[in-house]
């Protein structure tokens, strides 16, 4: 079963026209990660969550922000979408402390911006 | 800040040969992983490494960390078709946020 699902696995959106993707996990992990990934490229950290502590990268760029209303959900809010946001964008998930090893992925939302 | 890097970018080898991907972080980091990507796909975990000297093998892959030389290596025993992917390391820093920073990834082209 799907521990990091994700959705909608494929989004399009008008160019400028707000958009949220979703995570949702069932491991209750105390760590929410967002990554965008463009094509050939590594995915890049847009900002985590450790419990409600919200980590914001510095080079994230304003446009892009997050809600974590509880431990199970995790959203990604593009507020004005432009041609360069499109991207997959991942969701991960972790539980921290000694020997919590795993950090699962969710299949990730591509999103299309028209 | 915490930074990593694969080498090489690409890789591309016969079926049956052996090759090693390298991963050096820039700083401390408290564990390092392993992921697979195939092409439109999301992230496979492969391997979790969190001590100095931890190795761990799964079928023709082989993983290691040396934590004092901030270093990890994949090993590709006699490579077959199927490995090709593009393959990712990633450190999880030492602070209490937690931050997981990737490679650029190393993608394997295996020939048959």
């Known amino acids: 079963d799907a521990m990091v699902i994700q959705n909608p696995r494929y989004q399009v959106t008008q160019f400028g026209k707000p958009v949220t993707l979703s995570c949702s996990q069932t491991?209750?992990?105390?760590?929410m990660y967002w990554y965008q990934q463009k094509s050939s490229q590594a995915p890049k950290l847009l900002f985590h969550?450790?419990?409600?502590?919200?980590?914001n990268e510095a080079d994230t760029p304003d446009n892009f922000q997050s809600r974590r209303p509880n431990t199970s959900f995790c959203f990604l809010d593009i507020r004005s979408p432009g041609l360069g946001d499109a991207a997959m964008y991942l969701c991960?998930?972790?539980?921290?402390?000694?020997?919590?090893?795993?950090?699962?992925f969710g299949q990730g939302t591509r999103l299309t911006v028209v | 800040e915490l930074k990593v890097e694969q080498n090489p970018l690409f890789l591309s080898m016969q079926e049956g040969k052996n090759y090693t991907i390298y991963c050096n972080y820039s700083?401390?980091?408290?564990?390092l992983y392993w992921y697979r990507q195939d092409p439109g796909k999301s992230l496979e975990s492969l391997f979790v490494?969190?001590?100095?000297?931890a190795v761990k093998q799964e079928g023709r892959l082989m993983a290691s960390l040396d934590t004092k030389a901030r270093l990890s290596t994949l090993h590709i025993t006699a490579a077959v078709h199927d490995l090709s992917a593009t393959y990712f390391c990633?450190?999880?820093?030492?602070?209490?946020?937690?931050?997981?920073?990737f490679g650029q990834g190393t993608t394997l082209q295996v020939k048959p």
């Open positions: 491991l209750n992990h105390n760590v």
């Open positions: 490494l969190l001590s100095n000297g």
């Open positions: 700083t401390t980091s408290d564990r």
């Open positions: 991960a998930t972790r539980l921290s402390g000694q020997g919590n090893t795993e950090a699962f």
């Open positions: 990633a450190a999880l820093g030492s602070s209490n946020t937690g931050k997981l920073i």
């Open positions: 969550y450790y419990d409600k502590d919200f980590n």
